[in-house]
């Protein structure tokens, strides 16, 4: 989208640039009378690196269009005083500003692909870091639940402790010592629930349709509220799995049905939803399944629940696993004697730093993939060059004709003869201009000693007929 408030540039007023513009084009412009045709290279060069210069200089479409403008006028009246063809000079003008224009646009084209992917990625963690605050913020609320659940449980049985023991301490049966320490035990009880509850207090406010709706409340109860609100449930569960489970892993099975039943409900309206709770030795499953809505509404959750039960379930040592096939199936899987735990806890890495490991994995790649944009050519013409040295030492090792081996070869020879005496190739860049060959001969040519870019002497063997009919020294 558009910025409707764009950064004010400062530098000078438009008409002032647009006034340097004109200028440079008429300066180049000029230049085109003492170029001419003897530096046209060097001229195109310099014309693209203006067109570069111009996107890294920050040029407005405006200021461009003018310097180029200014150039073609004055290269058309340069063309038509100094050489007296103003159609050679507008011509002229128009190739280097092809340069200057090609150049502007590529280098732009690259500038803006990098801005758009900045901006990408300053988008991508802009999102990474709401999405991470909602995980945090639901994390924190499953904590406060947590919490509200240890303080109902706990709470309720250090209260039972401190009637039990007033009751006691009641008894004119017992002894007086014995009343005055049950006196201390209710004391205490009481003192420590509410130092308990003055706890939870302080790590925050507790939200009441979580944990107060939870509290006392069984599986069967939270699948009659889903029966009532409209909700098909099938359930299954083991007789006495409640009973065989402590406070925390029968809070956090509630939690998990809780979640899954409202998430089917509003992701999967219609849909049967089936609830599976068992025993697997010392731990217990809950499955919670739905199919997918025939109504056509995506039975994919895509809130932060998910995230708060998987890091409520990790720190009791269990697993949570969502299976997003055709059925929806949330599968908790918890100790039935769990008890929290920091060391247990191994959330998954936050989306911001799955992202900037993402991004530095892009930047390696990118940076590996310029390397390679440079080094394959560099590589080619490394190799070009090496192969063709190669063979310019080969052949020039190879070309050399001793004198004496030259002086053994005399005219009518037979060609068969010779060739054992010549060398295997012939020299590069051999001087067949200088002299005429004789007709229907075929001539070799050699040096008599070995150089690479200075030639001595130049030996000359022509065959035909089967025969030597010339042998030469063509220049010294």
Avoid at 13 to 24: E, H, I
Avoid at 121 to 144: I, K, P
Avoid at 170 to 182: F, H, I, K, V
Avoid at 232 to 253: F, I
């Amino acid at each position: 989208m558009p910025d409707t408030h764009p950064t004010p540039r400062h530098g000078p007023p438009t008409w002032r640039r647009a006034l340097a513009a004109a200028l440079a084009g008429i300066l180049v412009g000029c230049v085109v009378l003492w170029t001419g045709d003897q530096s046209p290279v060097v001229m195109a060069v310099l014309a693209t690196l203006g067109g570069v210069g111009a996107v890294l200089s920050r040029l407005s479409l405006p200021t461009v269009t003018v310097g180029v403008a200014s150039m073609l006028i004055t290269s058309t009246f340069v063309g038509q005083f100094a050489w007296s063809d103003s159609i050679v000079g507008l011509m002229t003008g128009t190739f280097y500003g092809f340069c200057f224009l090609a150049a502007s646009l590529v280098a732009a084209l690259v500038r803006a692909r990098k801005s758009y992917v900045r901006r990408a990625w300053d988008l991508a963690f802009a999102e990474a870091r709401d999405h991470d605050s909602q995980v945090e913020r639901a994390v924190a609320r499953e904590r406060e639940a947590m919490a509200g659940e240890i303080h109902d449980g706990m709470g309720h049985r250090l209260t039972l402790i401190a009637v039990q023991a007033a009751r006691l301490s009641l008894d004119e049966d017992l002894p007086p010592q014995a009343r005055a320490e049950l006196q201390r035990i209710r004391e205490n009880a009481a003192s420590a629930a509410e130092e308990l509850g003055e706890t939870v207090r302080l790590l925050g406010q507790r939200d009441s349709s979580v944990t107060a709706s939870l509290s006392g409340l069984r599986i069967d109860d939270v699948v009659e509220r889903a029966l009532a609100s409209g909700v098909a449930v099938r359930s299954a569960v083991e007789p006495g799995l409640e009973d065989s489970v402590n406070d925390y892993t029968h809070a956090a099975l509630l939690r998990t049905l809780q979640e899954a039943l409202t998430n089917a409900a509003k992701h999967a309206p219609g849909a049967e939803v089936r609830v599976e709770a068992k025993r697997a030795g010392e731990r217990v499953r809950l499955t919670v399944s739905n199919a997918v809505s025939p109504r056509g509404a995506s039975s994919d959750p895509t809130g932060h629940g998910l995230v708060a039960l998987r890091h409520r379930t990790t720190l009791l040592g269990g697993t949570l696993e969502v299976d997003r096939g055709e059925v929806f199936a949330l599968t908790v899987e918890l100790p039935r004697e769990a008890v929290p735990t920091d060391d247990a806890a191994d959330r998954e890495s936050s989306r911001v730093d799955r992202l900037a490991a993402e991004a530095t994995e892009a930047e390696h790649g990118r940076r590996k993939e310029t390397r390679q944009a440079w080094l394959v050519p560099l590589a080619m013409v490394a190799i070009l060059v090496f192969v063709t040295g190669g063979y310019f030492v080969y052949a020039n090792l190879t070309s050399v004709l001793p004198p004496e081996e030259f002086e053994s070869i005399s005219v009518g020879d037979g060609e068969g003869e010779t060739v054992r005496k010549l060398p295997p190739s012939e020299m590069l860049d051999a001087p067949r201009s200088l002299v005429p060959e004789p007709e229907g001969a075929e001539c070799k040519y050699y040096e008599d000693e070995l150089s690479f870019f200075k030639r001595v002497d130049v030996y000359r063997v022509c065959f035909a007929d089967g025969a030597v009919v010339a042998t030469d020294r063509v220049f010294s």
